[in-house]
DNA sequence: TTGAAAGCGATACCAT
DNA sequence: ATGGTATCGCTTTCAA
């Protein structure tokens, strides 16, 4: 059934019936009630790809981020679903393309084919083929994240150089003088993922600036991993006595190893990072931790874009957010752990 | 830039490009190869809209699930996860729509727009109304769980029913006599939602074989309910040693509370209950649980859906999972706790 | 092996 | 206030 069925049924013209449901032109109420019966009969709905041809918008977005080739992360699968979320809100449908590469098959049909009148992109790397590629076609995207050179784009990022150092000021504020990084696995950093790199510097310069000893992990995002990192960091160095982590997933495997040394949370080890609020609420002892507004940013992100979409001339406008540490059970003032003397082995 | 355009540098017809990009006709090699590098050139693709319009298809598939009114938990993430990234490999793009009910905005566009060739639902009600409307448009769709009367459809589900059994018996087994159910929210149980009520039926049943004192609460989906509904269960009978729970993003607060209770897991309390692996691996301890495939059941929904979409008259198909038990960290023997003498509180 | 032209189902311009 | 019709970009039948 279509919109010439419908014409004939209320016997008036295809356009007038158009016009009646866009309201882009007057139709006296009579036609219009006449019109509305027979749809409301029929049950009909436009079709949306003869629209999308005929008058260029899909009305959809399309939201991009790198394959779960693991799994996804708590803060990951927050983005997505506030994202789809607001989008609900404006009237759009949300399209998914699991594409970490401008040359991903997904990422070429979404912009390529025109499915999407807009996109969000996830996992944002410094230096981006994928934005170089729409900032190139002019394609309307808005980033969760900001790139080495973020001033053209459109974005909504989180200042991780801040965050972290937030994060080393807190303990240092507590009397921790050696503390650890545990950061995203090796392969992201190589990758260039900003999160990770920025982290780093932050935490990097605010420990040197609090003259604390710092060491630096990568550590891989599941939870066993974070289990053989802290492993590896009291072997390196049984005195630390605290550590940030930027890498949600190991979160678990990092308190069970923290368990296993006999270093209990937060007596004689304090552990702080950057994590999904909700997600840093489920652990044991509760997180203490720069809370990723995950929600607000995928808010944000759609708002902008529909922005971007009603105005296609519009400069470019972002938001960068530096949320405050969230204090809850997971750091207290410094102690020496029995552990630590010279030459033991936790 | 459109197939005319390519047709016209190349020399040639639309129809033709048209099958030398389809295949469905032979084109001699001389042209096919004067096209291709008219395309390569351009860059040209062909536009998803009126390719939709022209042929019926639009390669999306729909992934129907409820609004996250609070949070998403991680076991319908990894649903998301696992479906997308099954769907790529068939080459289907996936439109998410965050719809819980019939009526949903979004759902309506989803169907009576054909934006997508078929569907997946998730979050399955006994009674459910969207599954209801699919079938009467005989709408290719495939449900991640089953209704009161599945017969009929196309699904991909677990046995609520024989996970929660096993779940006590497991327990029973290990001299647990008096037991505690922690049920999904009791909206959703009277929403109908189909894990919520098998689940309950099969603690129920399998409590009552083999003859233990069990008491059954629903609680919130988030870790402060859980925490709240461990203090309720220990107030109303202090000598529980053990509980099953069905609700997974209660899992953190569950664990504190008991922690608070000063009930230590698995020593003098066990849990277990159905819960996404990967999930069940991030808690200290880690839990003993019936790990919900979500990666597999997702693939297999995307693969039911792709056969009923090339095979439209195909009879109905489902895949019932019964995963077994994974032994990890938070089950043993059951002892008296010291607090569980009459009258006392925890 | 190829071309011409009729759809697919909307929108929107040009008339009346 | 309404109708007729060209148009969006592609697929596919019919002819040659």
């Known amino acids: 059934m279509n919109i010439g069925e419908i014409a004939r049924r209320a016997g008036v013209s295809r356009s007038t019936v158009s016009y009646a449901l866009s309201g882009k032109r007057p139709v006296s109420d009579d036609t219009r009630q006449k019109i509305q019966r027979v749809i409301d009969e029929l049950g009909y709905r436009p079709n949306a790809s003869a629209r999308a041809l005929a008058n260029g918008r899909t009305s959809t977005l399309g939201l ?63 230096q981006d083929d994928r934005i170089d590629h729409l900032v190139a076609e002019n394609f309307p995207a808005v980033c969760i994240g900001r790139t080495a050179q973020p001033d053209g784009d459109w974005w909504v990022g989180l200042d991780h150089t801040a965050l972290a150092a937030a994060c080393v000021d807190h303990l240092a504020d507590l009397g921790h003088r050696r503390i650890a990084l545990v950061n995203r696995p090796e392969r992201m950093l190589r990758a260039g993922y900003e999160s990770a790199h920025r982290g780093l510097d932050g935490f990097t310069k605010a420990a040197a600036e609090r003259g604390l000893t710092a060491r630096t992990y990568n550590c891989g995002d599941d939870a066993p991993s974070g289990h053989v990192c802290v492993e590896q960091i009291l072997r390196d160095d049984p005195a630390t006595t605290a550590l940030v982590t930027l ?31 909700r997600w840093a609420e489920t652990v044991t002892p509760q997180l203490t931790a720069a809370d990723v507004p995950a929600e607000q940013m995928g808010h944000l992100a759609v708002e902008l874009l529909v922005e971007r979409l009603d105005h296609p001339e519009a400069a470019p406008r972002h938001h960068l957010l530096t949320p405050p540490i969230s204090l809850r059970a997971s750091t207290g003032p410094a102690h020496t752990h029995p552990d630590a003397g010279p030459g033991s082995n936790a």
Chains 1, 2 share one sequence.
């Not at 991009?64 to 989008?87: C, K, N, R, W």
């Open 64 to 126: 991009v981020f790198p394959p779960a080739g693991t799994h996804y992360t708590g803060m990951q699968l927050d983005f997505i679903g506030s994202v789809v979320e607001a989008a609900a809100a404006y009237d759009y449908d949300v399209l998914l393309s699991p594409s970490g590469a401008d040359s991903d098959r997904s990422f070429q049909r979404l912009l390529g084919e025109r499915r999407v009148d807009g996109a969000i992109l996830m996992e944002i790397r410094l």
């Open 247 to 277: 890498n949600e997933a190991a979160l678990g495997g990092i308190y069970r190893g923290l368990a296993a040394a006999g270093r209990h949370v937060p007596r004689d080890f304090s552990v702080t990072g950057v994590v999904a609020g």
